[in-house]
């Protein structure tokens, strides 16, 4: 790993000395507090929600943080690119408070949410040093997706018209983007894992497509397709595994789904109805969401963007929100924010790919620089999963999207 530090163009997190490395108990914390943040299993199980689960290990790890060895840099290291994009979105988001079109529902999405994200993502980087680190970091947001779905299933949610999963958190479409930008992580891990741990994580992926298949979600349907047509074309697994996988995404879509799924889905290029016409009313939402951006280029204020629409009407109706990750940084951070996120996306991808070229064609067992290439691509074909996903979700502000910049 260290060769490919030395690199030119490559970012590398601050090195502390053996006596300087951040505590463990920490980083458990932040394992805990990222299976919560994931999953969001808290939300449907009463007795996990009541004792504030997640406020608890998260502040336990940024209290470790805090505490923790190291300067200032080290713990904020500002010369990496995605840092500074994140802290400059967190920025935006506090001048324009006064100026929102409701100040003060957007001052509690930026102290209640968008502080913790920040500050979540600024832990994940801190303590993911190796690929150790990383691997558990993958294998606790692998376990907080199946212990969603494993729930949802056994309390009967399959046989519902739309499938949930218990979850107050995602609605069917937010819970399909999930899914797919879990599968390439879930894919990884059954890459490098032990025979066990690949029974484990086989399963994990079949129930995974089964999940994405049951939340009916066209645009959950039209990601997992990038994700698939990457994972085949670009992926680093062997042939063997694609195969599996390809072969129970057939089971799966071919034998499992209703006829129910397929109408829903042929309703993308044959559409039946004015809502199929307009992709499920989000065309006449997104046409509203570039007027607003247009009157208001400074943004209307994080958190803001459904009150901005209902005032855009006069307050009448249905107040929408944007369907549109980028419309909605858009329009709430204004057209300085858009031009951010997106730089924080394509400079994350543009490194992932730089370092699979640096190690392009096969590696031999134990080369490091294998082992990262292997993993820059499965976060590359996740994250344009997100990419895809996002242009149909108010998503913006999702932890796993964070996290996987972070790992990035």
């Known amino acids: 790993m260290d060769s490919v530090a030395t690199l030119p163009d490559m970012q590398t997190v601050p090195r502390f000395a053996e006596a300087h490395t951040p505590p463990a108990w920490g980083k458990l914390f932040l394992l805990l507090f990222t299976f919560f943040m994931v999953g969001h299993i ?4 009463q007795l996990l929600d009541s004792v504030r689960v997640s406020l608890v290990t998260g502040g336990l790890a940024a209290t470790a943080w805090l505490l923790g060895p190291g300067s200032f840099p080290d713990k904020i290291p500002l010369q990496i690119k995605q840092v500074r994009y994140v802290l400059m979105l967190l920025g935006l988001a506090v001048v ?12 509690d999405f930026l102290t209640g949410t968008y502080v913790k994200l920040v500050l979540f993502f600024l832990l994940m980087v801190y303590w993911c040093r190796t690929l150790r680190d990383i691997h558990q970091v993958l294998w606790v947001c692998c376990l907080s997706a199946f212990a969603l779905m494993i729930y949802g299933l056994l309390t009967g949610q399959a046989s519902d018209e739309r499938f949930y999963a218990g979850s107050t958190m995602y609605d069917p479409n937010d819970l399909a983007l999930m899914f797919v930008m879990i599968l390439p992580l879930i894919l990884y891990l059954l890459s490098t894992s032990s025979f066990g741990a690949k029974l484990l994580l086989f399963g994990m992926a079949f129930l995974s497509l089964y999940s994405i298949m049951l939340t009916k979600s066209r645009g959950g349907f039209l990601s997992l397709m990038v994700v698939g047509l990457l994972f085949l074309w670009r992926g680093r697994m062997k042939k063997l595994s694609k195969f599996a996988v390809a072969a129970v995404a057939l089971v799966v879509f071919g034998l499992l789904a209703s006829s129910e799924f397929w109408d829903r889905m042929e309703t993308m290029w044959a559409p039946k109805t004015e809502y199929d016409r307009t ?12 007027k607003i951006l247009l009157s208001r280029p400074w943004g209307v204020g994080i958190n803001g963007y459904i009150t901005a629409e209902g005032l855009s009407h006069g307050g009448e109706g249905k107040w929408s929100a944007t369907h ?39 590696s031999p067992p134990g080369n490091s620089l294998g082992k990262l ?34 790992l990035s």
Do not use: C
């Open 42 to 45: 808290q939300d449907a199980i």
């Open 96 to 107: 324009t408070v006064p100026i929102s079109v409701w100040p003060g529902g957007s001052f």
């Open 279 to 290: 992709l499920g009313g989000r065309s006449d939402t997104w046409e509203k969401g570039l």
């Open 324 to 362: 549109n990750a980028y419309i909605q940084v858009g329009t709430e951070l204004g057209i300085v924010g858009l031009v951010l996120f997106t730089l924080l996306l394509a400079r994350t991808l543009k490194e992932l790919r730089h370092i699979q070229s640096l190690a392009a064609g096969p």
């Open 373 to 406: 290439a292997t993993l820059a691509s499965s976060l590359e074909i996740s994250l344009w999963g997100y990419v895809m996903g996002s242009f149909f979700l108010s998503s913006a502000y999702d932890g796993l999207l964070y996290i996987l910049i972070a």
